[in-house]
């Protein structure tokens, strides 16, 4: 395998460190990319104030997720549980020992590589990877690499050394961008989801209040607590939300909050799950103790309260969205067919269910929780009990 290894402080880490590491990562081919988050930098103090370690490796975690590359990007700890100051040849030693067998590539801007001959054991450095250098702006070209290129090839003959000019880099100060957050910008930088991170935190002296969030900061929060594959999903439900909405008449802005906040604990494994019910008082009957699937709606309708301080109407909305009750809220209807026929929702019949839902409201409600009841027979699965009353109190209706 071709290995990159792109280490730094990422503090925070943004656009440029995400263009860069794409552009070396299709240029060079790579099979796999390593971010790996210093410790403590061996030159200078991180800014009073910085997150902690751990924090940036969380950051540093959403940024590469980003980079939509799925498994073949991985965040490492390795420098964290080492501590101290971080150098690279240590932290490129230690990715050899994981990979015995692969060509590793350093990854490294302009600056880093300007000065590489002045690092801690450069020879070794050199010995263990090749070096991928990316200019930090599009001004910075082969003039400027060139000298240094001849200098570290006499250092170390047998170097491998490869330069590129990044189309379309974003060229950020990470100086200026913490500058930019504390004064409520920086945004235009920053992954939509890194950037949700840092205000869900109140990181780099950001101190927005969660609870009175406006829909353009809130919707970054939001997808700061999705895995990567689901933010098209929850991007969708609030596009539907807003026309289902509009069409039936139901509270627009209730309808994209809770759209966006309906599977913020989806990610969470069972006992994480759980621990939330007990925090919250979340009473589950027989069936949800074994259906991690069903936990997320009434999770995240604690949370979404909680956190975020949303009202009882949006609460509902995202407790029942994915069983659905009996004799539901017009808001409540609106998510849960949001949910279900969002536009990235691709499943036998969704056409039918947008066509009876664009139609008429409980017509689809009635399609949707009926699809659902077929489809858990035809899993073998059990049927909760609230869908099963939604479909028998609309056939009532
Ligand atoms: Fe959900
Ligand atoms: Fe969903």
Excluded at 93 to 98: D, H, I, K, N, S
Excluded at 185 to 196: D, E, H, Q, R
Excluded at 299 to 321: L, M, N, P, Q
Aim: charged share 25%; with cysteine.
């Amino acid at each position: 395998m071709r290995i990159g290894v792109y280490g730094g402080t990422f503090n925070p880490p943004h656009l440029g460190h995400i263009t860069a590491a794409r552009a070396v990562f299709e240029l060079l081919k790579l099979d796999k990319l390593l971010l790996i988050p210093d410790s403590q930098p061996p030159h200078k103090p991180l800014p009073k104030g910085s997150p902690t370690a751990h924090q940036r490796l969380e950051l540093t975690r959403l940024a590469g997720e980003q980079l939509g590359l799925e498994e073949k990007v991985e965040t490492l700890d390795i420098e964290l549980r080492r501590g101290g100051r971080s150098y690279t040849a240590d932290t490129l030693a230690a990715v050899r020992e994981l990979y015995p067998d692969d060509e590793l590539w350093l990854l490294m801007g302009t600056d880093m590589f300007l000065t590489l001959h002045t690092w801690r054991e450069p020879e070794r450095i050199m010995a263990l990877a090749g070096i991928a250098a990316f200019g930090r702006s599009e001004t910075d070209t082969e003039e400027l690499f060139a000298v240094q290129r001849e200098l570290l090839y006499r250092m170390c003959p047998t170097a491998r050394i490869f330069t590129l000019t990044v189309p379309g880099v974003v060229d950020v100060s990470s100086t200026d961008l913490r500058d930019s957050l504390a004064k409520g910008g920086g945004s235009y930088y920053l992954a939509p989801a890194v950037y949700g991170a840092i205000l869900r935190d109140k990181l780099y002296g950001t101190d927005a209040d969660l609870k009175a969030l406006p829909l353009e900061k809130l919707r970054p929060v939001a997808l700061s607590f999705l895995k990567h594959k689901r933010i098209p999903h929850v991007l969708g439900a609030e596009q539907e939300a807003i026309r289902l909405a509009l069409r039936y008449g139901a509270d627009v802005g209730r309808a994209r909050v809770a759209a966006l906040l309906h599977d913020c604990t989806k990610k969470l494994e069972m006992d994480e799950q759980t621990a939330l019910c007990r925090r919250y008082g979340i009473q589950l009957d027989e069936l949800e103790q074994h259906a991690l699937k069903l936990l997320h709606a009434k999770t995240g309708a604690a949370i979404a309260r909680d956190i975020f301080g949303v009202d009882d109407e949006i609460y509902t909305a995202i407790f029942w969205h994915t069983t659905g009750h009996a004799n539901m809220t017009l808001l409540e209807k609106v998510m849960y067919l949001a949910d279900y026929i969002e536009p990235t929702r691709s499943f036998p019949g969704v056409d039918e269910l947008r066509a009876a839902c664009n139609e008429d409201l409980d017509k689809g409600l009635r399609m949707g929780l009926e699809m659902t009841i077929q489809e858990m027979h035809d899993r073998g699965n059990p049927v909760h009990s609230a869908t099963l009353e939604a479909d028998e109190y609309l056939k009532g209706n």
